[in-house]
């Protein structure tokens, strides 16, 4: 397969900072949508929309085979003011495509287009435009409107770009490849009192600088050293003034884990201190746990397969066939729970060049530079996959 010429690639760049322009939170991607439903209903494809709130998916079948393959790109933006100064900024203020779905969105499309135009193969492609990855789930709303149901898949891929690797390189890892995600609220109720009386207040305050500093013992004296984990405390508040020790203070607590067990056992110690430690100052503690992504789990087979096909159509300094695990979430966790398939990483530009600023980063963009490679690859895994699983189907 050769590599889409410029002309082509253009169309997408254009449609690409079109779509950074006017980004939309989860479950908002309602102009985004309009857009990936048109394009996709004028190159042929049969298009669903509204699965799982905001989402698209879009169907072509050719030949008679019952093999069918789903490529998923996400489509919401965060709320970062952005400070690019690109000509194709936000418009909207307080939003921006901060970490690349943009990008994820027009590389998918570049393929669709090159899959419905140029090439013949024999199955079922499904084309899932997912809305709010960034922390609303998406990918579990879709699978409650019946995703697989309606539209099922012997294997499912995707691919997220990645600033710090070279522009264009393709990165993958079998087994645990991102971490879970889970949250907690904490309020801690004490008595409070005159700054200068201590000792007839109950101080919320000390016990949370003290839950803090415990906190960081659940990783080091709890998970296997071989194993990653992550406990951080992203905000505490607590009283306005220097001279009054308030009744109430809060945190808010983040909690990632690269193994279900681990997962499960960070839980338990991180509420077991907190309550210990609340009650030792004498104070009452109460935890809203919320949990979120899970473990992202590649499946072997899937994961060789992506790997092989890369390695067919690029250079060898151009894929990286065990790159590393990220403490990162994403919902398509969910997705590979219940479809084998993989998640992989496109270097977005890696040094002081275009397209090295991390993600969810108000001067993050990305890299029109890296959409040819995506469009080629995913139009390159889609016929690998029918032409090697031509009669394939998932019952």
């Not at 397969?1 to 082509?8: E, Q, S, V």
Request: hydrophobic share 45%; glycine share 10%; charged share 15%.
């Amino acid at each position: 397969m050769n590599t889409p010429n410029k002309a082509f690639i253009d169309e997408f760049v254009v449609l690409r900072r079109q779509i950074h322009s006017v980004p939309e939170l989860a479950f908002e991607e309602h102009e985004t949508a309009a857009l990936v439903a048109e394009k996709l209903v004028s190159w042929g494809y049969k298009v669903t929309t509204g699965v799982g709130g905001t989402g698209i998916v879009g169907q072509l079948r050719r030949g008679a085979a019952n093999t069918c393959l789903g490529l998923r790109a996400d489509m919401d933006a965060l709320p970062i003011s952005e400070q690019t100064q690109l000509p194709w900024a936000s418009t909207k203020p307080g939003l921006m495509h901060a970490c690349g779905h943009d990008g994820h969105t027009a590389m998918l499309l570049a393929a669709a287009k090159r899959l419905a135009q140029k090439c013949d193969f024999n199955g079922t492609l499904n084309l899932i435009f997912q809305p709010a990855e960034e922390g609303g789930g998406g990918a579990l709303k879709m699978m409650e409107d019946g995703l697989f149901t309606r539209f099922p898949c012997d294997m499912i891929f995707a691919a997220h770009n990645m600033p710090g690797i070279t522009a264009g390189q393709l990165v993958f890892r079998k087994g645990p490849t991102m971490a879970s995600s889970d949250y907690a609220s904490v309020t801690l109720t004490g008595r409070g009192g005159h700054g200068a009386m201590p000792h007839l207040a109950d101080d919320p305050v000390v016990a949370a600088a003290s839950i803090v500093m415990a906190l960081q013992t659940v990783v080091s004296r709890n998970i296997n050293p071989l194993h990653s984990a992550v406990v951080t405390v992203g905000a505490i508040n607590a009283g306005h003034a220097n001279n009054v020790i308030p009744a109430h203070a809060t945190l808010e607590i983040s909690v990632r884990a690269l193994d279900p067990e681990a997962r499960t056992l960070l839980e338990s110690k991180v509420k077991a201190i907190i309550y210990g430690q609340a009650e030792s100052y004498g104070l009452t503690a109460e935890i809203e746990w919320r949990q979120g992504y899970a473990v992202l789990v590649n499946d072997s087979a899937a994961t060789d397969f992506a790997i092989a096909t890369a390695q067919a159509m690029a250079p060898a300094s151009g894929v990286n066939p065990s790159g590393p695990m990220l403490m990162g979430s994403e919902d398509f966790a969910f997705m590979l729970q219940q479809v084998p398939g993989c998640y992989f990483l496109i270097g977005n530009g890696a040094g002081d060049g275009n397209g090295a600023c991390m993600v969810h980063n108000p001067n993050y963009d990305f890299n029109d530079e890296i959409l040819a490679v995506g469009a080629d690859f995913w139009t390159t895994l889609a016929l690998a996959f029918f032409s090697k699983n031509p009669q394939k189907h998932i019952t």
